[in-house]
Nanobody, 124 residues
Protein backbone atom coordinates (compact mmCIF):
# COMPACT_ATOMS: atom_id res chain seq x y z
CA UNK A 1 0.00 0.00 0.00
CA UNK A 2 1.23 3.50 -0.78
CA UNK A 3 -0.31 6.87 -0.14
CA UNK A 4 0.32 9.79 -2.45
CA UNK A 5 -0.06 13.49 -1.68
CA UNK A 6 0.28 16.12 -4.39
CA UNK A 7 1.23 19.74 -3.84
CA UNK A 8 2.28 22.77 -5.83
CA UNK A 9 -0.84 23.51 -7.82
CA UNK A 10 -2.31 26.96 -8.09
CA UNK A 11 -3.16 29.84 -10.37
CA UNK A 12 -0.63 31.01 -12.93
CA UNK A 13 -0.77 33.28 -15.94
CA UNK A 14 -0.35 31.88 -19.41
CA UNK A 15 3.33 31.44 -20.21
CA UNK A 16 4.20 30.88 -16.59
CA UNK A 17 5.58 27.89 -14.73
CA UNK A 18 4.58 25.63 -11.87
CA UNK A 19 6.27 22.74 -10.18
CA UNK A 20 4.10 19.95 -8.85
CA UNK A 21 5.38 17.54 -6.25
CA UNK A 22 4.06 14.20 -5.08
CA UNK A 23 5.12 12.72 -1.77
CA UNK A 24 4.73 8.98 -1.28
CA UNK A 25 4.55 6.95 1.88
CA UNK A 26 6.03 3.51 2.30
CA UNK A 27 9.40 1.88 1.98
CA UNK A 28 9.00 0.51 -1.53
CA UNK A 29 8.74 3.75 -3.48
CA UNK A 30 11.74 2.86 -5.62
CA UNK A 31 9.94 -0.23 -6.90
CA UNK A 32 7.06 1.76 -8.41
CA UNK A 33 6.81 3.46 -11.74
CA UNK A 34 5.23 6.85 -11.23
CA UNK A 35 2.97 8.89 -13.43
CA UNK A 36 1.23 12.23 -13.67
CA UNK A 37 -2.23 12.46 -15.16
CA UNK A 38 -4.74 15.27 -15.48
CA UNK A 39 -8.45 15.74 -15.83
CA UNK A 40 -10.12 18.86 -17.11
CA UNK A 41 -13.83 19.57 -16.52
CA UNK A 42 -15.99 17.42 -18.75
CA UNK A 43 -13.06 15.41 -20.05
CA UNK A 44 -11.59 12.03 -19.30
CA UNK A 45 -8.46 11.63 -17.25
CA UNK A 46 -5.45 11.71 -19.55
CA UNK A 47 -1.83 10.76 -19.36
CA UNK A 48 0.73 13.55 -18.92
CA UNK A 49 4.08 11.98 -18.03
CA UNK A 50 5.57 8.86 -16.52
CA UNK A 51 8.91 7.74 -15.15
CA UNK A 52 10.25 4.26 -14.49
CA UNK A 53 11.20 3.11 -11.02
CA UNK A 54 14.83 4.13 -11.24
CA UNK A 55 14.19 7.06 -13.54
CA UNK A 56 15.90 5.63 -16.57
CA UNK A 57 12.84 5.93 -18.79
CA UNK A 58 10.44 8.82 -19.16
CA UNK A 59 7.50 9.34 -21.48
CA UNK A 60 5.39 12.39 -22.18
CA UNK A 61 2.12 13.19 -23.86
CA UNK A 62 2.83 14.93 -27.14
CA UNK A 63 1.09 18.08 -25.95
CA UNK A 64 3.59 18.59 -23.12
CA UNK A 65 6.83 17.42 -24.69
CA UNK A 66 9.51 20.06 -24.40
CA UNK A 67 7.52 21.95 -21.74
CA UNK A 68 7.12 19.46 -18.89
CA UNK A 69 9.79 17.46 -17.11
CA UNK A 70 9.13 14.57 -14.76
CA UNK A 71 11.75 13.61 -12.19
CA UNK A 72 11.97 11.53 -9.04
CA UNK A 73 14.07 11.30 -5.91
CA UNK A 74 13.89 7.80 -4.51
CA UNK A 75 15.76 8.85 -1.37
CA UNK A 76 13.02 11.35 -0.57
CA UNK A 77 10.08 9.35 -1.95
CA UNK A 78 9.05 12.18 -4.23
CA UNK A 79 8.19 12.66 -7.88
CA UNK A 80 7.98 16.12 -9.40
CA UNK A 81 6.52 17.62 -12.53
CA UNK A 82 8.09 20.85 -13.75
CA UNK A 83 5.68 22.64 -16.04
CA UNK A 84 6.82 25.54 -18.20
CA UNK A 85 5.23 27.74 -20.85
CA UNK A 86 1.76 26.95 -19.61
CA UNK A 87 -1.22 27.79 -21.85
CA UNK A 88 -4.82 27.90 -20.56
CA UNK A 89 -5.42 24.46 -22.08
CA UNK A 90 -3.24 22.93 -19.36
CA UNK A 91 -5.86 23.86 -16.77
CA UNK A 92 -6.92 20.67 -14.98
CA UNK A 93 -6.69 18.70 -11.79
CA UNK A 94 -3.34 16.94 -11.82
CA UNK A 95 -2.98 13.53 -10.23
CA UNK A 96 0.05 11.57 -9.15
CA UNK A 97 -0.15 7.79 -9.54
CA UNK A 98 1.96 4.77 -8.68
CA UNK A 99 2.27 1.52 -10.60
CA UNK A 100 3.38 -1.61 -8.79
CA UNK A 101 5.48 -2.70 -11.73
CA UNK A 102 8.55 -0.55 -12.26
CA UNK A 103 7.88 -0.17 -15.97
CA UNK A 104 6.54 3.20 -17.05
CA UNK A 105 3.25 3.00 -18.96
CA UNK A 106 0.71 5.56 -20.11
CA UNK A 107 -2.67 4.01 -19.33
CA UNK A 108 -4.44 5.01 -16.10
CA UNK A 109 -5.93 1.57 -15.28
CA UNK A 110 -2.43 0.16 -14.86
CA UNK A 111 -1.76 2.45 -11.92
CA UNK A 112 -2.98 1.06 -8.64
CA UNK A 113 -2.54 4.05 -6.36
CA UNK A 114 -3.67 7.63 -6.83
CA UNK A 115 -3.40 10.89 -4.99
CA UNK A 116 -6.27 13.28 -4.39
CA UNK A 117 -5.14 15.69 -7.07
CA UNK A 118 -4.03 19.30 -7.15
CA UNK A 119 -5.71 22.03 -9.17
CA UNK A 120 -3.72 23.86 -11.81
CA UNK A 121 -5.41 26.89 -13.35
CA UNK A 122 -3.77 28.83 -16.16
CA UNK A 123 -5.32 32.20 -16.86
CA UNK A 124 -5.20 33.83 -20.25
Amino acid sequence: QVQLVESGGGLVQAGGSLRLSCAASGRTFSSYAMGWFRQAPGKEREFVATISRIGGSTYYHDSVKGRFTISRDNAKNTVDLQMNSLPPEDTAVYYCAARVSGTAVVTPPQYAYWGQGTQVTVSS
